[in-house]
Every structure is written in structure tokens, then in C-alpha cells.
């Protein structure tokens, strides 16, 4: 078999078709890389990984620059990778530019991450490249990366990065509880998207009555995924047991009076200077989570 005459009929035939075919020369593009790919692969088992530098020479000459040494390890990288099983499926999802920032990625939990999320969200390239870089998959519980490993039900509160990156663009330096409530208002949508998907903002300082007295609660969202209130509870210290008895009032009075019996039971979230392990690990509802703040 002439693995170079193959390799090259395939690039040429997919430039032909993506100025011809443009609805789907993306997915017919990913499909000829994987092809090729797999001819690289055959080849290097039978001629050794020099066949790669042989074959991207010529190729540059005869077909595009473009079809350099890197782009041909690439293509290889990418069959080696979407052969297994695991994610073979999902092979033709996306554009190559997506998996050109996904290929780098060595830990196959975390690159199946990446392209689920990628999939499920219909994000771009931009989007893709932001979240890689924020480490999103890296700030998530260990718990969580063990469900996804396994492929268990996951929930809410599964997908609260730890830490929570807040934007500081004026710099504070001594931070309020008040100063980082206003920090997170002036960017609520990166706020909202640092918890995970589904949450709208329903009110900051959300005024309910106990007895005859006012309390405010910091922040007030609201999940469509899960059909579920938030409550969120915003500290500058180390997480204290005083305040988890806090949220757990808040969320007693949501499902109380606002909730109805259609939706999920309230679930509260404390954003905090520092964790404290223990204060959760006993606490008394395992709707309660405690998440560093980090400003940046």
C-alpha cells in the first residue's frame, strides 16, 4: 500500500470539497483528518515516526503549507486519541479547531470534560480556549471528577468551581463583604457561569421577614435546569458552623414561602475567604456547600 499517494489523495479531495460542499466541509474535514491519521499511524508502524517529517515535506510542496510536520502530528495525535472507545462517538462533533485545542490535553478525564462540555453547550473556539485556560475542569470537587469518570448522576452543586474566580478590576485591597458583593454584580454573568449552568439572578439583598425582623439575603438565584431556588451567602472569613445555621434559615423561609410544589428544595451555597472541611462534613444538609473566593 502507498501510504503517501493515499494520505495525499484525501487532502486534496477535502480541498476540493470544502470550497464546494460549505454546509458540511467541517465534519467532512474531521473525518479525512481521522482518516489520515490512521494511515500516518499504519505507516509509522511500518516505516518508523521519521515517515511523518518524510511525508509533510512532500505534502507542503504538492498540496499546502498548511499540511506541515505539526498539522500531520496532529491528525495522528487525533486518530490515536478518538479511536478509543470512549470517545469515538463524539469524533465528529465538533470543528478541528476545536480539537486542535483539546489535543494538547493529556489527561483523557479531563479532555472528555472539555468535549462534553463543548457538545452539551455548543461552545466556540474562543469560549473553549477561555475555559481551558481558567483550569475549569481543575477546579472542580474531586467528587465530581470521580462521578464523571464513573458516569454517575451528578447535581447541582457538582459543577461549583473551587475556587470561585471573582474579577477585582478596581483592586481592592481590603475586601467587605459589601465590596465583594458588588464585585460579583458588576460581572454576574461569569459570576453565574463560575457555578455551573442553569442559574439566573433573581435579586441581590433579598429582603424576607423572620418573626419581626428583616434579614437579607446576599444573593438570590434561581437554577431552570434543576428547578431550584439558591440561596448564596457571601463571607470574607474562614467558614464558621454559625454560618451554615444561617443559609439553612434562609433556605427553610425560600421553600417555605416561595417555593411551590412543583419545584426542588432551596440549596445554599457559602462563598468564603477559607474552607473549613470539618463545619460541611457535619453539617446536617448535604444541600449546603461551602467554595473559596479567589480574586483576580
Known sequence: MNYYNE?????????????????????????TYFEIGRLLNEAGGKYGDNIIDEYSKKLV???????????????????????D???????????????????????ISRLLYYLNVC??????VRTLREKIKLKEYERLPEDTKYKLINKEETSIVDYVKNPIRIKNNKNYEIVTEKIL?????ED??????????????????????????????DLLLYNIKYKCYVVIELKITELKKQYTGQIMT????????????????????IICKQDNEYVIKYCSDDR???REYQLL
Open 85 to 107: 472507545e470512549k470517545v469515538s462517538t463524539m469524533s465528529t462533533q465538533l470543528s478541528w479547531s476545536h480539537y486542535t485545542e483539546l489535543l494538547p490535553i493529556k489527561d
Open 181 to 185: 458583593q458588588k464585585l460579583i454584580l
Open 250 to 269: 434562609y433556605m427553610n423561609y425560600i421553600d417555605k414561602n416561595i417555593k411551590t410544589i412543583e419545584e426542588n428544595k432551596t440549596v445554599g451555597i
Open 7 to 31: 494520505i495525499k489523495n484525501k487532502l486534496i479531495d477535502n480541498e476540493v470539497y470544502s470550497k464546494v460542499k460549505d454546509y458540511s466541509k467541517e465534519r467532512h474535514k474531521v473525518i
Open 119 to 124: 457538545i452539551r453547550e455548543n461552545i466556540d
Open 61 to 83: 510542496q504538492e498540496v499546502g503549507k498548511k499540511y506541515n510536520k505539526r498539522t500531520l502530528f496532529r491528525m495522528r495525535q487525533f486518530y490515536n486519541v478518538f479511536s
Open 188 to 217: 454576574i454573568p461569569t459570576f453565574l457561569k463560575e457555578l455551573g449552568s442553569g442559574f439566573t439572578f433573581i435579586d441581590n439583598e433579598y429582603k424576607i421577614k423572620l418573626g419581626d425582623r428583616y434579614n437579607y439575603i
Open 288 to 290: 449546603i456547600i461551602a
